[in-house]
């Protein structure tokens, strides 16, 4: 295989994680996406997250560190029969849950989210984020199965040109792809453990990672702002594939940072750095979190439908800046 369109951050890939902030709320979750018996058996996304308030001394003692919320998700999906939902699981439980089977879990599965139970997402609640997850995290399994058999399935279908930066019409990857689908197939940076030894709480327990499996890594830090009635956002997420010897290649990593006007509740200002992408054309996105700024955290996946859209923006990028919605839910919880 080969990794010629893999780019790579001259920061390179994140090596740690910061030490939690006294005073400060962390919010953490991962999607799994796994094929327990082969790569045509049905696509299970294990989904788990916690919310940890941080007392304002002694931050990486256990003993000054309170878990406020914890949740996690099971999504079974038929990704070689439409990509429909075929079992739907979350801890704790929701009654509506079940109107989410039949649904594809692709475009589209956003909008039954919000038909179904829309407070999940609107009340920022942990279930509505690892839920919201769901889309993306089916696109990219596409990969882990493309890795596992050595060629992209005949059922793959690619993004369309123009959808964002990385597949912009006539980019790199967009040639690469009409020359020779295999080269978008290419091994990314070794991922670098996020796990801090010295601090068990900075991030929620999770289950080894198979080979041939991807992982979803999202973190959140919400802390009081240097200024007067200002909250500072500190975010990363990380897309990894377990390769065959059990070691985890990066596919995506984004850091998002924000502070957020706590009398208003919108974003001051935005900044972000791509740290591994999957083409040379992809960090031209960055700018596109400008738009944010203004903008209200309660409503802001909505606003963002329609605000980062088209070549100038990514995907991935667009999700991080979905998950910042969730900080209004945070904001209450701050030392």
């Not at 780019?7 to 890939?13: C, E, I, K, N, T």
């Not at 990385?166 to 453990?193: C, F, I």
């Not at 006007?261 to 979190?289: F, I, K, M, Y």
């Not at 955290?297 to 991080?320: E, F, I, K, M, S």
Request: proline share 9%; charged share 20%.
């Amino acid at each position: 295989m080969t990794n010629v369109l893999q780019w790579l951050s001259p920061v390179g890939p994140t090596t740690d994680t910061p030490p939690r902030i006294p005073g400060s709320v962390r919010r953490t979750s991962t999607v799994d996406a796994l094929c327990p018996d082969n790569v045509e058996s049905p696509l299970v996304l294990v989904g788990r997250a916690r919310d940890l308030r941080t007392a304002s001394d002694h931050p990486t003692s256990e003993g000054n560190a309170e878990v406020v919320a914890e949740a996690s998700t099971r999504v079974t999906i038929d990704y070689f029969g439409g990509r429909t939902v075929t079992g739907v699981h979350c801890d704790p439980a929701i009654a509506d849950s079940d109107s989410l089977l039949g649904a594809r879990a692709g475009a589209g599965f956003r909008t039954a989210l919000d038909q179904a139970m829309p407070r999940l997402t609107a009340e920022g609640t942990l279930l509505g984020l690892l839920l919201d997850e769901v889309p993306v995290v089916t696109l990219i399994s596409g990969s882990a199965i493309a890795r596992a058999i050595g060629k992209q399935p005949t059922t793959a279908t690619m993004p369309p040109v123009n959808v964002c930066a990385g597949w912009v019409a006539g980019g790199k990857m967009d040639v690469a792809n009409r020359e020779d689908r295999s080269a978008l197939m290419g091994r990314g940076a070794t991922a670098p453990p996020l796990d801090d030894s010295s601090d068990p709480l900075g991030w929620h327990v999770t289950a080894p990672l198979p080979p041939g499996s991807i992982r979803r890594r999202r973190r959140i830090d919400v802390s009081p702002g240097p200024q007067p009635g200002e909250a500072v956002v500190e975010g990363l997420f990380r897309d990894t594939y377990c390769e065959p010897d059990g070691s985890e290649s990066i596919i995506h990593e984004y850091a998002v940072n924000a502070t957020v006007d706590l009398a208003t509740g919108t974003v001051r200002s935005t900044d972000a750095t791509p740290h591994v992408l999957p083409g040379p054309d992809c960090p031209l996105a960055v700018a596109s979190v400008s738009r944010v700024v203004g903008q209200r955290l309660v409503g802001l996946r909505d606003g963002l439908r329609t605000a980062l859209t088209g070549p100038t923006t990514c995907t991935h990028l667009t999700d991080q800046l979905r998950a910042l919605a969730d900080v209004h839910a945070l904001l209450p919880l701050l030392s």
